[in-house]
């Protein structure tokens, strides 16, 4: 019984964290009204700055808590989400909400690997799969219920998206810390490359700004050349110090593993394209048919209910993983051009907006559970949960580049003609990256050599890395 309410506990947390991130989208127009951001290009920071912050922590917090005890870093990551939630609430202009984002992705980068961390250790092996599994899914019930839940709660006020968190976030503190057993790795010494991990945000930051402000500032003007070089600096200290240290945040050992490699490459190619087709979506109804953000919420949710039904499909045919990413990738860009070719300033949701919406959430169904499971699978188990954790990294990070690029191509445009030819920009720059992420899906095809997958490359991952590991799994 005790292992059933701890798993129900560490799941809550998990789900909340999630659903963050779906009810935020809906969310995105209010906000901006009520603060008086004076552009998308301004707001977009309110969903870049967590996703930045998230991805340079999720491997440092994550062996933090390894080392230092899960249940310490669990309640930690949980208190500062909660409280920083209560501080978005209250905040009363864009920049300042900004910054508590940022520490709310700091509780995040916590709480998700602690919490992941606590169900391995804490459930038996002949349960440990089951565990994972229901602690996973709890990203794609977020996914599923996170614009309508978004939607209802702006109909009160956008500050309720936050405000929700906090007696959510009270209850799961006081549950877990009479609940939860603690736990660490004491095979866990030292912590990541923390320097790597401040160049890799600087270097995302830097390319997310110069994208951002590109069309403000101008493409080849001194303040977007400056905000390029500090991006190519940065990213590139980044790759030399993990060559480097001890320690690093990417183990190059891991990026020999063929299918691992290209499976970052295709995370990042798909994210870019799934965040900035979801913001589309939620400005265009918005901004362009006025629909309210219930309505919106409701409007968005058929396309995240496709997700586990294809999934499971993907499942039942059994067909190659990198096939099954490859036409889910091809299916979410196919799912931007319906939008492009359709979309109207006149409404007209059931003919124009939902075939493209569900061919694109029947693309994520296929894809994404594909990549996140090929992205471990040829990797040694003491590396499988800092696998992990660094496909998570890139997804995070094209995530931020995804709503950057939306910010850049979208613009300030002044009426119809051209908010429609705009956004039709968008929906082919996003299809552009879905079918290269359709192309980067084959190289997650493992290499056979002696007629075993991928052994040479895994049995050299072994050698090479260290041994210590961080379990993360999957944010929604």
Request: net charge positive; aromatic share 8%.
């Amino acid at each position: 019984m005790r292992n059933k309410s701890q798993l129900a506990v560490l799941s809550l947390a998990a789900f909340m964290a999630s659903l963050d991130v779906f009810i935020v989208n809906v969310a995105f127009d209010d906000i901006g009204a009520d603060l008086g951001a004076r552009s998308v290009s301004e707001l977009s920071w309110v969903l870049n700055a967590y996703a930045i912050v998230y991805a340079a922590l999720l491997v440092p917090a994550g062996r933090a808590a390894d080392r230092y005890g899960r249940k310490g870093g669990f309640l930690l990551g949980l208190a500062l989400f909660t409280a920083a939630s209560a501080a978005c609430a209250l905040a009363d202009e864009v920049w300042v909400l900004v910054a508590f984002r940022m520490i709310q992705a700091l509780g995040a980068a916590l709480l998700t690997p602690a919490s992941l961390g606590l169900v391995v250790a804490s459930a038996p092996p002949e349960e440990r799969v089951r565990a994972v599994r229901i602690w996973a899914a709890t990203g794609a019930v977020a996914a599923a219920l996170g614009p309508v839940v978004g939607g209802l709660l702006v109909e009160a006020s956008w500050r309720w998206i936050f405000l929700v968190n906090v007696p959510v976030g009270a209850l799961a503190l006081v549950a877990a810390a009479r609940i939860v057993r603690p736990s660490r790795d004491p095979s866990v010494t030292r912590l990541p490359d923390l320097g790597g991990a401040a160049l890799l945000a600087t270097g995302v930051g830097a390319l997310t700004l110069g994208l951002v402000q590109g069309p403000a500032w101008g493409w080849l003007s001194l303040r977007s050349g400056a905000a390029w070089a500090v991006a190519v600096l940065a990213l590139l200290g980044f790759v030399l110090r993990s060559r480097r240290h001890p320690v690093p945040l990417v183990e190059p050992a891991l990026l020999r593993v063929r299918t691992f490699a290209w499976a970052n490459v295709t995370v990042l190619l798909f994210s870019v394209t799934f965040a900035a087709s979801l913001l589309s979506v939620v400005l265009w109804m918005q901004q362009v048919w006025g629909w309210s953000a219930i309505r919106t919420g409701l409007g968005v949710a058929p396309g995240p209910l496709m997700v586990p039904l294809f999934a499971a499909l993907t499942q039942r045919v059994r067909i190659p993983i990198w096939n099954a990413v490859s036409l889910g990738c091809l299916l979410l860009a196919a799912g931007g051009l319906v939008n492009a070719a359709r979309l109207g300033a006149q409404p007209d949701y059931l003919t124009d907006f939902l075939p493209g919406w569900l061919i694109g959430g029947a693309g994520v169904g296929l894809a994404l559970p594909s990549m996140l499971a090929a992205s471990t699978a040829e990797l040694p188990p003491a590396r499988a949960a800092t696998g992990s954790a660094v496909v998570n990294m890139s997804r995070q990070i094209g995530t931020a580049v995804g709503v950057a690029m939306l910010a850049a191509v979208l613009g300030t445009p002044v009426g119809y003609p051209a908010t429609h030819a705009a956004f039709t920009h968008v929906w082919w720059a996003m299809a552009a990256f879905g079918a290269l992420a359709a192309v980067t899906a084959f190289g997650m095809n493992p290499r056979r050599r002696g007629g075993t997958v991928g052994a040479p490359l895994i049995e050299e991952a072994r050698c090479a890395a260290p041994s210590h590991s961080s379990p993360v799994a999957p944010s929604s």
